[in-house]
């Protein structure tokens, strides 16, 4: 052997060895010790040194096989068909490549059809339905053999135990993925902390945690769903990706509305741009997005690598980590009194922006994490998400790290911290007569969705605070061009128009008032329901937990929250005040639902919509009075049909449901909005 296959060889050996090794922790263990990054790079490394050598490949080697072995704790399940994974790409041009070699291999130059699909990050499963009853959930384990967690995946609400409709085949084989929502995990965290249990350190290990309860009630308890996004075997009758996933979501399965069929590479590249731009409206994570060459036959005839089909690709953003030091663990104090630790980091370039803040969340994420001031560590930025910091790197520790000293009185006012047995948040007590929780409160008093108080921002709320200007929210109402002309940095006319401001949003409608006052787990949709229906302050502050409850979207949790905020008597002090300083909600103006002109209908939108995203088409539609359903039946009194559209369209045929294309819709929208 010469000198450079020698070396090639022997990091061959390093680089399966440690894969080998992460793959045991991640997907054996769930306790994996390096980033998807790191992890990716180790693997991308491999592939790109066997490609070199391809003599040196072996029969063990991970790129030959998928994942790692199954534990031993739940029975074995061998998928008849693979569990398989998919190749990814990270630029424009690597999906162009993409498509040429798709084109190639299809001997065609017509543009492909394509399925688009956001790539959800959660836990991918398996389930099989026969004669419609749900038999099997499993895992995907190494892709060929799986563990058997029907019993957790029964617990799912989001599940069919049987399917519904008709037309379904004797057997069923569908690919998904089980998540956790963002707007669950954090509920879920709220809960769990004021339990005094272990919070969930993300959405995506939330739910691999939870299926893998050994105990399918604790697995119950867990806020969970899934999308659908393939079958394991062909049905007859079902020729493409897109149609096989609306035959699904007739059967009532969930498929992600964010599924489109489009027709040549241009229109993929349009659709992941969008997608990935609008990432973070999303209320799940995506990691990506999958494309699928839509035509099954197609499919067939592009076939499978070793672990990736060649008809489909992931599009994966670039990197989203880098690694730096941590100068200093500081404690912020929110509008809520919890105390949060933030990590002061050198800064570095990471997800397209310079960081040198990251959150640390409270104290137990400090304790996992294993950190210590002077550290280096992994931060992870995605999207417009707040940076954070994944993982200590204990090879790089230097020795003069020093522990995170966690203060026992509150940096801000100096009342002494709470932390009550067994809770990892800690508060200041002292509500809005600590400076910091009255400034961040301030802050969103006169925020955009709330007060709307143009110039009331961090800076002048800080200083009104510190120069004793203001001790309480009603205090803005008494406020004078003086007093505001003598803050820093504020001119005579900035003053005046603040001023103006702050008397203009006297008259703001009730909900963005309810909004104002930063009631816990009352954001802008909870406060819309409660002001339609209470109508008045006075109406709110004295509804007890069951008459909450009965308001839209409000459960057990969010009435307590409310009705302790109401039972305080600083708070209810701060509304009689506000309402006395001449603060007049508008209540929301009474609607006649009957009278609008769709009032009764039901319709449904298919098929791609150019010019006018989907989502605005169902809120107009929705604001003329109709209900927009995600399937059709023989109920349905209109189906809207852009190009690619599916089996929407046939059921509309079928039930003799009149169908509109999209100008022919765009015109009626118009006259009917008039
Ligand atoms: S298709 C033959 N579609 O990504 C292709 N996968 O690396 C099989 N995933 O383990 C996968 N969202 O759990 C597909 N819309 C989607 C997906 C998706 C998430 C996960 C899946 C799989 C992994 C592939």
Redesign the pocket.
């Known amino acids: 052997m010469n000198d450079r296959r020698e070396d090639a060889a022997a990091e061959l050996a390093r680089l399966r060895a440690a894969i080998e090794e992460h793959d045991y922790r991640y997907h054996v263990l769930d306790a994996p010790t390096i980033s998807d990054a790191e992890y990716d790079a180790l693997f991308d490394r491999l592939v790109a040194l066997e490609e070199t050598h391809p003599d040196l490949v072996t029969a063990d080697s991970p790129t030959q096989r998928v994942g790692a072995r199954p534990s031993r704790r739940f029975d074995e399940v061998r998928h008849a068909v693979p ?4 190749g ?1 790409c990270t630029t424009t041009e690597e999906l162009d490549d993409f498509d040429a070699t798709v084109r190639r291999l299809l001997g065609s130059d017509d543009a492909v059809a394509y399925t688009c ?8 499963v398996r389930l099989v339905y026969e004669d419609g009853e749900l038999v099997l959930g499993a895992t ?1 384990g190494d892709g060929e053999t799986g563990e058997d967690i029907t019993a957790n995946v029964r617990t799912l609400r989001a599940i069919p135990l049987r399917l519904r409709g008709e037309g379904w085949p004797a057997r069923l084989d569908v ?1 998904g ?1 089980i998540y956790m929502t963002r707007s669950d995990f954090e509920h879920y965290n709220v809960e769990a902390e004021r339990a005094g249990e272990k919070p969930l350190v993300n959405p995506r290990n939330g739910a691999a945690g939870s299926l893998r309860q050994l105990d399918p009630a604790i697995t119950a308890k867990r806020p969970l769903s899934i ?1 659908c ?2 079958l394991g075997e062909r049905i007859e009758g079902i020729d493409g990706q897109h149609a096989g996933l609306e035959a699904l979501q007739a059967w009532g399965l969930r498929v ?1 509305p964010a ?1 489109e069929r489009v027709r040549g590479i241009e229109a993929v590249q349009r659709y992941v741009e969008r997608t990935l731009a609008a990432r973070s409206d999303l209320d799940y994570d ?2 990506g997005v ?1 494309v ?1 060459v839509d035509d099954l036959d197609d499919q067939e005839l592009l076939g499978v690598r070793t672990r ?2 060649r008809w ?1 690709i ?1 599009f994966k953003p670039p990197a989203e980590e880098a690694l730096t030091r941590v100068r200093a663990v500081d404690f912020q104090v929110g509008r809520t009194g919890a105390v949060t630790p933030v990590a002061r980091l050198d800064p570095v370039f990471v997800g397209g922006v310079t960081v040198s803040n990251a959150t640390l969340h409270n104290l137990d994420e400090i304790e996992r994490l294993g950190l210590r001031v002077g550290d280096a560590v992994w931060i992870r930025r995605a999207g417009d998400v707040i940076p954070q910091v994944v993982r200590v790197d204990e090879d790089q520790r230097p020795d003069d790290t020093e522990p995170v000293r966690v203060p026992e009185r509150c940096p801000v006012c100096d009342t002494p911290l709470e932390r009550p047995e067994g809770e990892v948040v800690v508060r200041c007590p002292a509500k809005r007569t600590c400076p910091a929780q009255l400034v961040n409160g301030l802050i969103h008093f006169a925020s955009r969705g709330a007060m709307d108080i143009d110039g009331l921002g961090e800076k002048v709320a800080t200083q009104l605070v510190d120069g004793g200007h203001v001790e309480d929210y009603a205090d803005l109402y008494a406020l004078d061009v003086d007093t505001v002309a003598g803050l820093e940095r504020m001119a005579e006319k900035s003053a005046r128009n603040l001023v103006d401001a702050i008397e203009a949003s006297k008259h703001r409608p009730l909900a963005r008032v309810i909004f104002a006052l930063g009631i816990r787990e009352v954001g802008e949709a909870t406060a819309a329901g409660l002001a339609r229906h209470y109508r008045a302050l006075a109406a709110l502050m004295d509804a007890d937990e069951d008459s909450l409850q009965e308001v839209a979207d409000v459960g057990p949790v969010v009435a307590r929250e409310i009705a302790e905020y109401f039972a305080q008597e600083e708070n209810r002090g701060l509304v009689e005040r506000l309402l006395a300083a001449g603060v007049d909600p508008e209540p929301p103006p009474e609607v006649d639902l009957d009278a609008l002109p769709l009032a009764g209908q039901t319709w449904v939108l298919t098929g791609t919509l150019e010019a006018l995203p989907r989502k605005e088409a169902k809120a107009r539609l929705e604001a003329l009075g109709a209900k927009v359903a995600g399937s059709v039946s023989k109920k349905t009194d209109q189906l809207v049909a852009g190009p690619g559209a599916g089996q929407k369209l046939e059921d509309a045929k079928k039930h003799d449901v009149p169908v509109l294309d999209e100008e022919a819709f765009l015109a009626r929208l118009e006259e009917l909005e008039r």
């Open positions: 569990m398989l994974s998919l990814k699909e956001p790539k959800i990050d959660g836990v991918a995907r690919r993925e999308f996004y393939g992600n599924t995506i990691d999958v699928k990736t089909p489909a992931a």
